[in-house]
């Protein structure tokens, strides 16, 4: 199909899964596609002109030799740096209503070494879950205005949201007493200076809260590794 519709690029993602080390373990059919791709790649008795095979692994010294040699540009991609992981972030975060600044997402991408696009997609999922945690763990919510759901142009003044039992008109009730059209829309948050919000807000910092408990799934056993590949086949990206 690449040669019928050329110039073509197929992109083969985790290729590590198709054409891992043969060994005497592997199925026949296995043996088969393997032996089936190094010919196509090889391109003995077909015209390769035109076509870009691409391969993406993150395991790249689990490939067959043969593999690793067909494809003649072998380049390392590193993890994000602080000003990528930060516009990953705003991406990640896309609509959803939020009070992170500029400088929020800066800080953001600065407190996240190590972490890989997907980690900050799963960190972002997490803390747009905390505002969803905070309504369903209150106990105390009280009367705000807010934007109405029906119309965000027009203000609501019987809206509700969770509040300290201390805080001013405080209630005591729990969410299920709420009508849902009624519950104040969350906002993400990020850590806030005392002075600049009321005190019972000081801990609704939903993405900090977040960085917390969901960690970097790449560690440095896993870069090292990396490393030494691109020093003995590779280049840098």
Known sequence: ??????????F???VDSLCSARGDNDSEASKRIKTEFLVQMQGVGNDTDGILVLGATNIP???DSAIRRRFEKRIYIPLPEAPARADMFRLAIGETPHELS???FQELGKMTPGYSGADINILVRDALMQPVRRVQTATHFRQVSGPSRDDPSVMSHDLYEPCAPRAAGAMEMNWTQIDGEKLKEPYVSMVRKRHLIPAYM??????TRSLKSVKPTVNEEDLAKLQKFTDDFGQEG
């Open 102 to 104: 500029q400088r929020d």
């Open 61 to 63: 010294w689990v490939l």
């Open 1 to 10: 199909m690449a040669r019928e519709n050329k110039p073509s690029i197929i």
């Open 12 to 14: 083969i993602d985790e």
């Open 202 to 207: 000081y801990n609704f910092a939903d993405i």
